[in-house]
């Protein structure tokens, strides 16, 4: 008998038509044993021998992979070639030519100035705890839950340009769970403000660079910013030839599928992306062990100018995918969405979520489905119950689309329950179109289009040939490995169907035989099934059945849980070996007979990526509906005026009892900064964020949660919101807000929506003030629409030299406590014009707090010294009071004239209006108005 850990070799068995004869020779060289086995590392002669001389790599691995039988989804593992997986890659460091390095995330790692200066890289430490998820773990049917479909699996290329293309960069990255390539390039500033955002958004399992990148003591500022801001995730640096423009281009050519192929003409030029991904693809087949099959991958290219920009503090300060407080709990704006039934949905709606669309006829187009599916009951229901029985298709198509290089028992099973997934999913097809069928809006019209395509039924009817009618995707691994065996039809391969019966008469055997025991032992004895032990025996009963609470020697291996006892014998272990071997030769002339199937299918299967497209795009858009029958939410239109009315805060709305109070917004071009000013707690952050998630929502074409909604296209969200100091980047509270409000000043243009909340309490109060106002005059250069709350009075007076500034505060009522004969602040939360005519609101919050009485009392006597003392130095003659506004004007108009873009009419004009502002408030002062002017 074979024992797996004696051999690892499959015995040849005999394959009947239609997999032999060229199937056999054609077939995997199988590495049966129960644990995987790698080969044999391959030595440096062998690498170069795979890859031609003097090419660095890409063109000369693919000639490799060329080497494998005409289908691509043939599973004959390619001769010598070099890259095998992670370990043995960074065994080989000393084969300089294929990479250099792989370093911990952290550039304070104390290994890391070692790596890089090492050029061989020689004993480069191996990174504890990576777990890259590999087609040999096969596709797993996962649960809609948020946790496993948003999991880190993104590997990032980045490289930047040099000399005078500094700046401009290129990016390129590749999801492990779904076979789709992400093309960027674009130029940023100093601040690298949009490489930072996009990595953030795409969340990465591993970042890739050049080793240029990374000399010591002379790394780039991209390479320096990039490892502070991501230090959890793993980096590695590989030499700078590896980013190579045209094997880049080639990759593309070889690997697009035919449908996205226009990308070519996209990104010819553009020679970082292509440099990107060629390092990219490099390093993934290195780690997969496995190529992509020609013609099998979605490439694309996305510029970043389709979808607004939100910054990550913004996403944190939003809370838009985690909770600040519990990021555990799903009070966030994707849990208030979330109702997607597939992982694809889930994972669309993070990143729409995180990436607003910024076209307006995109959203509407979502909105109208929105809205059928809203009006339409039926339809709703109908393809929520249909959607919802989708797996994950992006990730099964990852696994269809790579050729792995090592054929193991993990490779083969995980082959047979995709085909069994690809199988359960296109039979979704039809079910799906039937629902579609009578729709109306464009956009569910054009999904039941892409439904029609006959290569979903083409594929499945191929399948039905060979796999058995009721073979399907079950629950529970025992359920699973029993449609896996008998998955083919039989009469396809005696040999088959002998090796099936065999296991059949092993699986009775083992129940029988413990039904014995059982009858022997007088015990309540169970047959159970786990994926690690096999069969087992399980008995759920009280001790007292026990005689001296012993369980019979003949059972080994006990473990208890509560009341229930886990157990085997010999004989069971001895047939479950049997079972296992059995079952290994049913999943090799299975494997056989899928691999030929699936070359049979193949030329069809990208089809699947329109399917899974559609899956999650319905799947959010189900999503969007659903969330709006839990509340009364409303259409949105676009406009050139953010107008809400009777607008909410909708994570607010799921937290607490009662519907929190709604306030209305009206910002247009000519009043598009508002100063928010009101005692604390009276709910100005509540405010500052419901806008922008009001504006989040309508951008990515769900209904907001208001009366009535119009927002003006956001080109970029940022927000400034006061938060606890950060202590894992050992910044102070202020200079915090400071980078916040830098990074803000560099990147706002007139397209930005801008919520700053208590910018300058970090410092002092004058230096606060003076930060405050620097900061909204540069913004008021801008006509983005911007809320600025904050507890600086003085700041409302600048509405007097900008006509578009409003001041808006939230209004308090003082009620009498009667019974302790106290007065008590009533909390409105409802927004007013003007400013805030509260005094001393920091007292009465302290009163109302936990503070003890006497320090309250104090700190009212202190405060009254302190006001009057200011008092009296502020107490000076009319005189002193007009030198100071001369002074104030004259300082005014020195900063406008050096910031301002007007032309000189328009300055002498603004020039003229304040002088008569002047005149008017202080009349008799005409002779130094004329001298300030000059
Ligand atoms: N519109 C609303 N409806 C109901 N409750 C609200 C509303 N706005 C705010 N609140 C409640 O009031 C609390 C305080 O609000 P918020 O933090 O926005 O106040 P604030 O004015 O920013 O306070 P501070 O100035 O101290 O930062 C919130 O946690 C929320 O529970």
Redesign the pocket.
């Known amino acids: 008998m074979l024992r797996p850990d004696v051999s690892p070799t499959f015995p040849s068995v005999p394959v009947a038509s239609p997999c032999s004869p060229e199937a056999r020779s054609q077939g995997p060289r199988y590495n049966f044993g129960l644990q995987e086995t790698p080969l044999s590392r391959p030595s440096a002669q062998a690498a170069s021998a795979s890859s031609p001389p003097g090419t660095s790599g890409a063109a000369g691995d693919r000639s490799g992979s060329s080497s494998l039988p005409g289908h691509p989804l043939s599973a004959l593992p390619p001769q010598g070639s070099y890259f095998r997986n992670r370990s043995s890659f960074a065994e080989n460091t000393h084969a300089s030519h294929v990479m250099l390095g792989t370093s911990s995330s952290s550039a304070q790692d104390s290994n890391y100035p070692q790596i890089l200066k090492s050029p061989l890289c020689a004993g480069i430490p191996q990174r504890s705890g990576y777990k890259s998820w590999t087609p040999q773990m096969g596709y797993s049917a996962t649960s809609s839950s948020a946790v496993s479909a948003h999991s880190p699996s993104v590997i990032v290329a980045v490289v930047e340009g040099r000399g005078l293309a500094r700046g401009e960069i290129g990016m390129a990255s590749i999801d492990l769970k779904s076979p789709q390539i992400v093309l960027s390039q674009f130029a940023d500033n100093t601040t690298y403000a949009k490489v930072i955002t996009k990595l953030k958004i795409l969340s990465p399992l591993e970042i890739i660079m050049s080793n240029t990148a990374c000399v010591v003591g002379n790394s780039t500022k991209l390479f320096t910013l990039i490892t502070e801001n991501f230090k959890n995730v793993n980096f590695t640096t590989i030499q700078r030839k590896y980013f190579n423009e045209t094997k880049g281009l080639e990759y593309i050519e070889q690997l697009c599928i035919a449908e996205f192929s226009t990308v070519l003409m996209e990104v010819q030029s553009k020679y970082y992306c292509l440099a990107a991904v060629a390092a990219l693809l490099k390093y993934v087949e290195f780690i997969q062990n496995s190529v992509y099959a020609p013609k099998s991958l979605k490439i694309c290219f996305q510029g970043s100018e389709q979808t607004a920009m939100i910054d990550s503090s913004s996403a944190q300060n939003l809370e838009l995918l985690i909770n600040n407080q519990d990021s555990r709990n799903n009070h966030t704006l994707f849990g208030v969405l979330n109702y997607t039934k597939t992982p694809g949905g889930s994972r669309r709606l993070r990143s729409n979520i995180l990436e607003p669309l910024v076209d307006v006829e995109t959203i509407n187009m979502r909105l109208d489905c929105v809205q059928e599916l809203l009006q339409d009951e039926e339809l709703f229901f109908g393809l929520q119950s249909v959607i919802a029985k989708f797996l994950d298709t992006e990730q099964l198509l990852s696994v269809l689309v790579q050729i792995p290089k090592q054929d193991t028992v993990n490779t083969a099973e995980s082959k047979i329950t995709n085909l069994i997934y690809l199988k359960h999913t296109l039979e979704l097809v039809d079910p799906l179109k039937i629902t579609l069928k009578n729709c109306n809006t464009p956009l569910l019209r054009a999904y039941y289009g892409s439904l029609e395509d006959k290569r979903f039924g083409i594929i499945l009817d191929k399948i039905k040939t060979v796999i058995n009618d009721d073979a399907r995707y079950m629950k529970g691994c025992l359920n699973m490995r029993t449609q896996k065996c008998y998955a083919v039809r039989p009469n396809i391969n005696e040999f088959l169907d002998i090796a099936r019966r065999t296991y059949t008469e092993i699986v009775d055997d083992i129940a029988g035989m413990i039904t014995q025991l059982a009858e022997k032992y007088s015990l309540p004895l169970r047959t159970s099934f786990s994926s690690a032990r096999g069969f087992f025996i399980q008995m759920t009963t009280d001790c007292t059945v026990l005689p001296n609470d012993q369980l019979p020697s003949e059972f080994i291996k006990i473990s208890k849980v509560k009341n229930s006892y886990s157990f085997t014998s010999a004989d069971l272990i001895k047939m479950n070996e049997r079972c296992q071997e059995s079952l290994r030769e049913i999943y090799h002339m299975t494997y056989m007979i899928v691999c030929k199937l699936l070359s049979e299918i193949y030329e069809h299967i990208h089809c699947l990526y329109k399917l899974s497209d559609t899956v999650s795009m319905l799947d959010m858009l189900l999503s969007f509906a659903h969330a709006c029958t839990l509340s009364d939410y409303v259409r949105p239109e676009f406009t050139d005026t953010l107008a809400i009315k009777q607008g909410?805060?909708p994570i607010?709305e799921r937290?607490?009892v009662?519907?929190?109070?709604?306030?209305n917004t009206y910002i247009t071009e000519g009043s598009n900064f508002f100063i928010i000013t009101?005692?604390?707690?009276?709910?100005?952050?509540?405010?500052?964020?419901?806008i922008a998630l009001c504006q989040i929502m309508a951008q990515i074409g769900s209904y907001v949660p208001a009366e009535y909604s119009s927002f003006r296209i956001a080109e970029q969200i940022f927000t400034r919101i006061?938060t606890d100091d950060d202590i894992e980047t050992n910044s102070s509270t202020f200079m915090k807000e400071m980078k916040e409000i830098a990074y803000i000043l560099h990147n706002a243009n007139d397209k930005s929506l801008i919520l700053i909340?208590?910018l300058g309490r970090g410092t002092n109060t004058e230096e606060g003030i003076g930060i405050c106002y620097a900061v909204c005059e540069h913004l008021l250069s801008l006509k983005a629409f911007t809320l600025f709350?904050t507890?600086f009075l003085e700041l409302c007076q600048i509405d007097v030299l900008y006509p578009n500034v409003e001041n808006m505060h939230?209004e308090v009522q003082h009620v009498k406590n009667t019974s302790r004969n106290k007065e008590a602040i009533l909390?409105t939360?409802?927004l007013s014009k003007g400013l805030t005519e509260e005094k001393n609101y920091g007292l009465k919050?302290a009163e109302v707090s936990s503070l003890p009485p006497s320090i309250v009392l104090d700190a009212k006597d202190i405060t009254t010294q302190i006001t009057r003392q200011i008092l009296q130095n502020q107490r000076s003659t009319p005189e002193m009071e007009r030198q100071r506004a001369v002074y104030h004007l004259a300082t005014r108009l020195v900063q406008t004239a050096r910031n301002s873009q007007l032309d000189p009419d328009s300055l002498r004009t603004y020039l003229s209006n304040l002088k008569k502002k002047y005149e008017a408030d202080f009349p008799r002062a005409e002779q130094d108005s004329g001298k300030t002017e000059e």
């Not at 009662?658 to 306030?663: F, I, L, R, S, T």
């Not at 009101?678 to 419901?690: A, E």
């Open positions: 909410w805060h607010l937290i607490s009662e519907k929190p109070v709604a306030n009101g005692p604390n707690m009276s709910g100005k952050s509540t405010y500052l964020k419901q006061s909340d208590e709350a507890h939230f909390y939360y409802k919050a």
